[in-house]
């Protein structure tokens, strides 16, 4: 009897330590694959599934994801964070291939932030004739000065009015108007300058679509989930 008391203590032992070891292994190897998919190096996974060991078959509570400085597409984000309720995961290439695949989920919540400098540095570095973008971004809207080079010819400096607007996957700057000089004029940049496109969702390992677009104080605020409207 005493002999058995024992081997059950350390198994119920074992079950306590496997219910704090399990989210912390886990999550880890979550936020790696994360890691992988956002190109972040500050990211952080917290996982959750009672009993723990149920994570093993890739089934979770839920799990939130942490991530600074994480690019998607050809844009950072100074921080993006999702909460994910009710996720199974492929767990053979979790461990495998150290990827996230999900394989279903019930809902997706996610919160990304774009900072007027890396606006800024994203318009310099994609947009074909600018040069020199300052991109201002106050309540409701932003603004972008810039030099715009009408190839060999001339380069002029103009600014753009617009906003941050989601259609459905992809994320875009509108411009409302185009001045020269501090004078609305035509859009001489055509198509390059009335819309820039900025991120597609699709390249995040789980499906959202855009739900909302703030902009104030320096910053976008991008709102996304899975629910349908």
């Keep these: 009897m005493k002999r058995l008391a024992v081997i059950t203590l350390i198994i119920l032992a074992l079950a306590v330590a496997g219910e704090f ?15 992988g998919a ?6 952080t996974a917290e996982v959750a599934k009672r009993p723990a060991i149920l994570m093993l078959d890739g089934r979770f509570d839920s799990i939130v994801i942490r991530a600074r400085d994480a690019r998607i597409d050809k844009i950072t984000f100074a921080q993006l964070d ?3 309720q009710d996720v199974a995961l492929d767990m053979p290439v979790l461990l495998g291939q150290r990827r996230v695949a ?16 890396e606006l ?54 509108v411009t409302d108007r185009f001045l020269i000089n501090n004078t609305a004029v035509g859009n001489i940049g055509g198509a390059v300058l009335t819309e820039i496109p900025l991120v597609d969702l699709r390249k995040l ?13 320096g910053r976008i605020t991008i709102m996304a989930d899975n629910r349908t409207p």
């Design 21 to 35: 070891a399990m989210p912390w292994l886990v999550g880890s190897l979550v936020a790696r694959g994360m890691g």
């Design 38 to 43: 956002t190109g972040s190096d500050d990211i």
């Design 82 to 84: 999702a909460a994910l």
């Design 102 to 117: 999900v394989k279903t989920v019930r809902d997706i919540d996610l919160t990304a932030v774009i900072t007027q400098e």
């Design 120 to 173: 800024s540095r994203y318009i310099n570095q994609t947009v074909k004739g600018i040069k020199n973008a300052q991109v201002a971004i106050g309540s409701g809207a932003v603004k972008v000065s810039a030099n715009f080079a009408l190839g060999q010819i001339a380069s002029l400096a103009i600014a753009l009015d617009g906003k941050i607007v989601g259609d459905g996957y992809r994320i875009k700057f």
């Design 205 to 217: 390992p789980f499906g959202v679509k855009t739900r909302q677009v703030t902009m104030d104080n």
